[in-house]
């Protein structure tokens, strides 16, 4: 079974408007962390922002804001005012645990930004 | 910026050689990692390593090994490379004692390997 989803192959989004991509995971620990990073077309991977499943206030990094929904396993991005270069692949990835190795990534989701 | 490099960036090689690649770091993070990825899979854990000559195997470890004999230094071996192991290799490191449980792992740049 898929740890991670990620619905949305691609999404096309306005420039200066906002954008959701969606994340639902899948586990049966209590203690996790979600994460989003983001792969430009250079092909690096530039984390995020990241969430704990014991924090109780949705995580947010400048424009970038995680809208955690514990009970749905939802771990959707949310960018506000989108710029051109956020056009890119988002990977959302989920650690198990504390620490280490048990760290799975989704398939991704390709953003254009349009001017 | 996590101080991660990779060598060699790009490689093209012949299916049946040996090829190792090189991950490099230089603050001393206890956990390292070797991933695969490929279009529509994501990245994949190939191995890890927690700590100096220890490692252990990831989700598609077959055909690979590691070696950890320095801190900084991570290195990934295809023994005898094939077709099916053209991809784009990451390495990543993370350190649970950077407080919190947070653990965020941080990759390097990245290797694009060719096997022909």
Partial sequence: AQKITQTQPGMFVQEKEA??????????????????????????????IYQGSYD????????????????????NLVISASQ???????????????????????????????? | DAGITQ????????????????CHQTEN????????????????LIHYSYGVKDTDKGEVSDGYSVSRSKTEDFLLTLESATSSQTSVYFCAISDPSSGGGLDTQYF?????LTVL
């Fill in chain 2, 29 to 44: 993070h206890r956990y390292m990692y070797w991933y695969r990825q490929d279009p529509g899979h994501g990245l994949r």
């Fill in chain 1, 56 to 75: 109780e206030q949705n995580a947010t990094e400048g424009r970038y804001s995680l809208n955690f929904q514990k009970a749905r396993k939802s771990a």
């Fill in chain 1, 19 to 48: 954008v959701t991509l969606d994340c639902t995971y899948d586990t049966s620990d209590q203690s996790y962390g979600l994460f989003w990073y983001k792969q430009p077309s250079s092909g690096e991977m530039i984390f995020l």
């Fill in chain 1, 84 to 115: 051109l270069g956020d056009s890119a692949m988002y990977f959302c990835a989920m650690r198990e645990g504390n620490y280490g190795q048990n760290f799975v990534f989704g398939p991704g989701t390709r953003l254009s930004v349009l001017p």
């Fill in chain 2, 7 to 22: 060598s060699p960036r790009h490689k093209v090689t012949e299916t049946g050689t040996p090829v190792t690649l090189r």
């Fill in chain 2, 108 to 112: 390097g740049p990245g290797t694009r």
